[in-house]
């Protein structure tokens, strides 16, 4: 096919919409519609559940099996998006794919922290804490701390250890203040905790990275990370 001056035009090109902005705008909507149609979908089979139960009988009665049905009872063990065996993971597929596909639509998770939390009954740490600030300023960020079993833990003490930059420069650990210092941990509880820190302000600019630690519970850390930004005109 001949092409004038054996150049071609922007229009021949069968991937030249990927630039154009108004082509993205209109594939994107799309896309968000869909999205937005199979989410109405598992709210209308969570409402239909709520009315009529799991198996469609009237007061949530399930349906009985016959014997030699282990296979499908296995099976519905593992649903979890589309035919799920309890009401809680299907209402948790529902929000996950709404904050996918819709992203900034739920509220932050976190505040100052990227979900920072400890769970003392389970022994599990997630999360990360994030702070910024300028030097001779201060940041502060929140923890969660979940005690799910039966028993009262007592007062819960955290520590930080110092802050190092890989230049070898510090932020100690002196700076950071925990609130509260002690924590009653009762039977079934979970408290924030707010962990600040003050810079000096001849401390250099850059990231300084430590660990979050709680007394006697040694499985249980999170990591910090502080960055302190150019002062200020």
């Not at 001056?5 to 082509?23: H, I, K, M, T």
């Not at 519609?33 to 399930?62: K, P």
């Not at 990360?128 to 923890?143: C, F, K, Q, Y």
Request: net charge negative; with cysteine; charged share 20%.
């Amino acid at each position: 096919m001949e092409r004038g001056n054996g150049a071609a035009s922007s229009g021949d090109l069968p991937w030249a919409s990927v630039f154009d902005p108004a082509a993205n705008v209109r594939a994107l909507t799309a896309i968000q519609a869909e999205g937005l149609r199979a989410a109405t979908g598992l709210v209308d089979r969570f409402i239909r559940i709520a009315a009529t139960g799991l198996n469609g009988m009237e007061g949530g009665a399930r349906e009985s099996r016959p014997e030699g049905k282990a296979a499908n009872v296995e099976q519905d063990r593992r649903a979890d998006l589309f035919g799920a065996p309890d009401v809680e993971p299907l209402l948790r597929s529902w929000l996950s794919m709404v904050e996918q596909l819709l992203p900034g639509t739920l509220p932050d998770k976190s505040s100052g922290a990227e979900g920072a939390a400890l769970d003392f009954s389970g022994s599990v740490a997630s999360g990360r804490i994030e702070l910024s600030a300028a030097p001779g300023g201060a940041a502060t960020a929140e923890v969660w701390l979940h005690n799910l079993g039966r028993s009262d833990l007592g007062p819960v003490r955290l520590r930080c250890a110092d802050l190092l930059a890989p230049d070898g420069a510090t932020v100690p650990a002196g700076a950071v203040r925990i609130h509260p210092a002690a924590v009653p941990m009762p039977a079934r509880s979970s408290r924030g905790v707010e962990l600040t820190v003050q810079l000096d302000a001849t401390v250099a600019p850059g990231w300084y990275r430590g660990t979050l630690l709680a007394q006697g519970y040694p499985q249980l850390w999170l990591p910090v990370g502080l960055r302190v930004c150019e002062p200020g005109p």
